[in-house]
């Protein structure tokens, strides 16, 4: 694995992450201590975080959001806008008042399974597995997971 992708962007924050060959990161994009696989690509304006494992031949579109407890598999396309949740539960403060730290909460993992497609501007929520080849609809919430070869859609998203 190499330390850098193998192109060059403007304004980019990528901290100690791994990259494999051909790896080609957008302008705009910041990165934190993920894996990004062989011949993936990501587009501007996404942010990866920490601990999130992406598979070789991925496409990330632009403007998405992948946070810590994400693995996903060879050959996954992610369109515009995606947003990953890795909490069902959030809130800003205890009950006692006192605000939240990183030991307030439990992360919640997401699979993602090889060759799946999740459209632009849905929302996974956390805790889910998307199954091999699924394609999940432009808009829609996943709080459920999704069977292999499932087409779903909808809000929240449902078998088509």
């Known amino acids: 694995m190499l330390q850098r992708p193998s192109n060059d962007a403007p ?20 990165l934190y201590e993920c894996e990004i696989g062989p011949g993936s690509q ?3 304006f996404t942010e990866i975080q920490a601990g999130v494992e992406i598979g070789a031949g991925c496409k990330i579109q632009s403007h998405s959001f ?14 515009h806008g995606v947003v990953f949740v890795n909490d069902k539960a959030p809130r800003a403060t205890n009950p ?3 605000l939240q730290g990183q030991d307030d909460w439990q992360l919640l993992p997401i699979t993602v399974e090889p060759t799946a497609t999740i459209g632009s501007g ?5 805790g889910v597995t998307i199954g ?17 070869g499932a087409t779903i859609r909808g809000e929240p998203a449902r078998l088509r």
């Open 42 to 44: 990501v587009g501007p």
């Open 11 to 30: 304004s980019r924050l990528i901290r100690d992450c791994r990259f494999g060959e051909g790896v080609v990161v957008g302008p705009f994009t910041n």
């Open 122 to 126: 849905a929302l996974i929520l956390g």
């Open 132 to 148: 091999r080849g699924a394609m999940i609809g432009a808009g829609a919430i996943v709080a459920a997971d999704v069977p292999a």
């Open 96 to 98: 006692d008042g006192s």
């Open 66 to 79: 992948i946070c810590s407890g994400v693995l996903i598999g060879d050959g996954v396309f992610v369109g």
